[in-house]
């Protein structure tokens, strides 16, 4: 049993859990950071704030695609990696990062040119007005043009973390995100640069992380080593990557497809400011959202580890600290919801219409917050026992089996009401559901730890 083995099954949960999940966490909410600063600025911008954020409404389907095919890549090849090397196969390993490299370049430019050239199409079927379309016509033709950077710097922070430099791969992250905060000011408010300033500041933080993790390879410090040679495209490793990065890859597009319904139905039942009060709600969830997916991913190792050796009482004990954990985050952020929700919004734009439609949405959408605890923390543990089809079914409720049926029904019903209304009433059925399920293999543990105190009686 080497060391980390040894901590995992024997040092304090709670320290365990500060130790594994306060990295994810920071990670976590470096990426949210990344949108948020650029919703708020865009926001912000005088004059046209509240159709600027509106536009960028739009562009969130087309940012969730982007994302998935960073994730296919970015996922498929670290998973892979880890795989080859322990297998003893380090070529292999090689062989995969200059694969990788090859699909980020491959990729991105593919879709900058599909991008631009059928761009009015596809926001127009996003959801864009006459009035949006400028905005967010405006934001993805920048956004579009650094698309290789935008998959490059997801995939090495895939690949350095997997790499075994997981602060390194944060710390590259951190760089990119505080000079996004930076050139969103500068490129907006100092040259007037307006919506294309703040599209332009991603695209240069997003590079700037693409060259520090390139050069992580280049100058040799990595455990597996970047070489040209490797850059060549094997079939069967493209293989490999698509399959272990087609399920993250498939939720992130059913992640755009439920953004592209709630565009629709924003917009027939309250006009272009509903899409921009969505845009801001989406950034104010994300930020109390956030934490707890760094929780789980803190978990995950130590469930993991904990059940596969059968101490099944770590595992529970884990499991009940995340969730209560996560439940904490989740009651703050539903308390300043429901009680200040205009200091939250009033950061995202000051308009007193957008202003007024964004606090009522808010409050309804976080309605369930306090427990969605339940679903995010149940779900990741429910994947760490190694039962990932039960996860990806209970993930799925939550977002998409419930979610899409409650957004096209509700609005029929309850109008605007009815749409902030279609993610709670998820969160609700999802929690429950997962509640359920998590007490049946609590159950089952407490079979199981009788077991095997009954045989350790009768070999006594």
């Given at each position: ?69 960073g994730t296919l890549i970015g996922v498929g090849s670290t998973t892979n990696i880890s795989i080859k090397l322990g297998e003893g196969k380090r070529e292999k390993a090689e062989h995969i990062v200059g694969n990788a490299i090859s699909l980020a370049l491959i990729i991105g430019i593919m879709l900058t040119i599909l991008g631009t050239i059928f761009l009015n199409k596809i926001l127009t079927i996003f959801g864009a007005s006459a009035d949006t379309i400028i905005y967010a016509k405006a934001y993805m033709s920048v956004i579009l043009i650094g698309t290789v950077f935008s998959l490059m710097s997801m995939m090495f922070s895939n690949l350095i973390r997997g790499d075994g430099s997981p602060k ?293």
């Amino acid at each position: 049993m080497n060391n980390t083995e040894n901590i995992l099954g024997t040092e304090p949960i709670g320290k365990l859990l500060l130790k594994y999940s306060i990295p994810a966490i920071i990670g976590m909410m470096v990426n949210a950071l990344y949108n948020v600063v650029d919703r708020m600025f865009i926001g912000n911008i005088p004059d046209v704030g509240p159709m600027a954020i509106t536009g960028l409404g739009i562009t969130m389907p087309m940012m969730s695609i982007i994302i998935a095919f960073g994730t296919l890549i970015g996922v498929g090849s670290t998973t892979n990696i880890s795989i080859k090397l322990g297998e003893g196969k380090r070529e292999k390993a090689e062989h995969i990062v200059g694969n990788a490299i090859s699909l980020a370049l491959i990729i991105g430019i593919m879709l900058t040119i599909l991008g631009t050239i059928f761009l009015n199409k596809i926001l127009t079927i996003f959801g864009a007005s006459a009035d949006t379309i400028i905005y967010a016509k405006a934001y993805m033709s920048v956004i579009l043009i650094g698309t290789v950077f935008s998959l490059m710097s997801m995939m090495f922070s895939n690949l350095i973390r997997g790499d075994g430099s997981p602060k390194l791969s944060a710390t590259i992250m951190a760089i990119g995100c505080v000079m996004n905060i930076v050139l969103d000011g500068v490129f907006i408010f100092v040259f007037n640069m307006g919506i294309q300033g703040a599209a332009l500041a991603t695209i240069i933080s997003q590079a700037t992380s693409s060259i520090l993790g390139l050069s992580y390879y280049l100058i040799g410090k990595s455990n597996v080593k970047f070489r040209k040679i490797n850059l060549k495209l094997d079939i069967k490793i493209m293989k490999t990557i698509f399959a272990i990065g087609m399920a993250p890859f498939a939720m992130q597009l059913a992640t755009s497809m439920v953004q592209v319904m709630f565009n629709s139905s924003l917009k027939n039942y309250g006009g272009d400011l509903a899409i921009g009060a969505m845009a801001t709600i989406s950034s104010i969830n994300m930020l109390f959202v956030m934490p707890a997916y760094g929780f789980v991913q803190g978990m995950q190792p130590i469930v993991g580890f904990n059940y596969g050796a059968k101490k099944y009482d770590r595992a529970k004990k884990t499991l009940k600290i995340s969730l209560m954990s996560a439940t904490a985050v989740f009651i703050l952020g539903a308390l300043f919801i429901q009680l200040a929700p205009h200091i939250l919004v009033g950061a995202f734009n000051k308009d007193s219409q957008l202003m007024s439609i964004t606090i009522n949405g808010l409050r309804k959408y976080g309605f369930a917050m306090p427990i969605i605890g339940i679903s995010i923390v149940g779900t990741n543990y429910i994947q760490s026992t190694g039962k990932a089809k039960m996860a990806m079914l209970l993930s799925l409720l939550r977002q998409v089996i419930v979610l899409i049926p409650m957004i096209a029904i509700l609005p029929k019903f309850f109008g605007l009401n009815g749409i902030w209304f279609a993610q709670p009433t998820a969160d609700i059925v999802s929690s429950v559901v997962t509640g359920i399920f998590l007490l049946k293999e609590i159950k089952k543990y407490d079979i199981n730890e009788k077991d095997e105190l009954i045989k350790e009686i009768k070999i006594a």
